[in-house]
């Protein structure tokens, strides 16, 4: 006679809290376990109890350690970030799952990054300047005095040779202030990127499903939410006629990438712009190559353009437009060495930091394969990849 799965005692209130932590709705939960939506209201509701077989399943579908399900109650957990998104409600979409994965990850490299980092005597502190908006500080200023710190000169950027390599600049150089960047998949149309500013070291997340030029412009943006110390999801628009503080802080975060990639007196110093007088238009042609000279999207170029009278708000909204017609995902390519696409994920500074804590003796090799999210047999590969070794 076939054995009976062990019925379990779970708090119903755990049930609920997994489900919706994850923005998952009953029917789209029940259809995942192939049961009948009221079943599983039943055992959020504690009408029925769950077996362990069923348990294991609800567990694996909510991305939650079978052990989450034995506590007392649900656990306190850190709320979603303030929302900065700025697109109107009917076009803003809800978080999905996987955004709020991406959450929950960053969340928990963050808080083992500041677990490491604690038992470090020296440990890593934030080093960018705070900014208080309500002192209407000028974005154009802080962007200087914030590539200054960064160590990044127009010469040191004219030696890029693409995107890519722009990022990695970029990445590498905020990192070693004290802020963890990593990259995340989640849904373009729901968000292009967020930072936290609480709970540990500040953390920047870049949506590797926008384009690198999007990444470029998405990570100086969230570097502009750290300054000012209000951490958020970002869907990147930019929208005045959007009023209120959440509005003039986005408005800040964009001004403010848009200066640092793009410093005035660069921009303004190239042979192209100072041929002109007064408020012109651009083609495509001529976008791009001054675009291709600072490593940022003709976006980002027409936007500078106007905020520094050299273009037309007319020929920038029409530009806008177009362009957010065309798809921001980059091309796929084929699938990535897991070692390489641990340390594009997770960034040059919480790498090393992992490794060096495990040859210091503080945690173990299987830690270190957890922290890292990577198996065994890639760790070799890591550590030598991460000697000396930028990744994108």
């Not at 609920?16 to 994850?22: E, G, I």
Request: charged letters at 30%.
């Amino acid at each position: 006679m076939a054995k009976r799965p062990l019925v379990l005692d779970i708090n119903p209130a755990l049930l609920v809290w997994a489900r919706t932590s994850l923005g998952k709705s009953p029917a789209e939960v029940a259809s995942q376990l192939h049961v009948n939506e009221k079943k599983l209201q039943d055992w959020e509701m504690g009408d029925e109890k769950i077996n362990l077989t069923e348990m294991e399943k609800v567990a694996r579908i909510y991305k939650r350690p079978l052990a989450a399900f034995f506590l007392p109650g649900p656990p306190t957990e850190p709320p979603i970030p303030a929302d900065f998104r700025t697109l109107p409600e009917d076009r803003r979409k809800p978080l999905s799952s996987k955004t709020r994965m991406a959450l929950r990850r960053a969340r928990r490299l963050q808080s083992l990054y500041m677990e490491l980092i604690e038992r470090d005597i020296n440990g890593t502190s934030l080093t960018v300047p705070k900014v208080n908006l309500s002192e209407r500080p000028n974005p154009e200023i802080v962007a200087e005095q914030t590539r200054e710190l960064l160590g990044i000169s127009f010469e040191r950027q004219q030696e890029w040779r693409n995107e890519t390599v722009a990022l990695s600049e970029w990445r590498n150089a905020i990192e070693k202030q004290g802020i963890l960047v990593f990259q995340m998949s989640m849904p373009i149309e729901e968000n292009r990127g967020f930072s936290l500013t609480d709970g540990g070291p500040s953390v920047i997340v870049l949506n590797l499903r926008d384009t690198i030029n999007g990444r470029i412009f998405s990570l100086l943006h969230e570097l502009g939410h750290i300054i000012l110390r209000k951490g958020g999801l970002c869907d990147m628009e930019s929208r005045e006629e959007i009023l209120g503080e959440d509005a003039a802080i986005e408005m800040f975060c964009n001004h403010f990438a848009g200066a640092a990639t793009v410093p005035e007196k660069m921009l303004l110093e190239m042979d192209i712009i100072k041929s002109r007088l007064g408020r012109t238009q651009y083609s495509e042609r001529e976008l791009g190559d001054i675009a291709g000279a600072f490593c940022v999207s003709k976006e980002v170029i027409l936007r500078r353009l106007v905020i520094l009278g050299k273009a037309t708000s007319e020929q920038y909204r029409a530009k806008h437009e177009e362009w957010a017609t065309k798809e921001r995902r980059p091309q796929r390519g084929g699938k990535m060495d897991p070692s390489k696409k641990c340390i594009q994920d997770k960034g040059v500074t919480f790498v090393s930091k992992v490794i060096n804590s495990h040859r210091e003796g503080k945690i173990t090799y299987n830690d270190m394969a957890d922290f890292l999210g990577i198996r065994l047999k890639h760790m070799p590969k890591v550590e030598r990849m991460i000697k000396g070794k930028s990744a994108t």
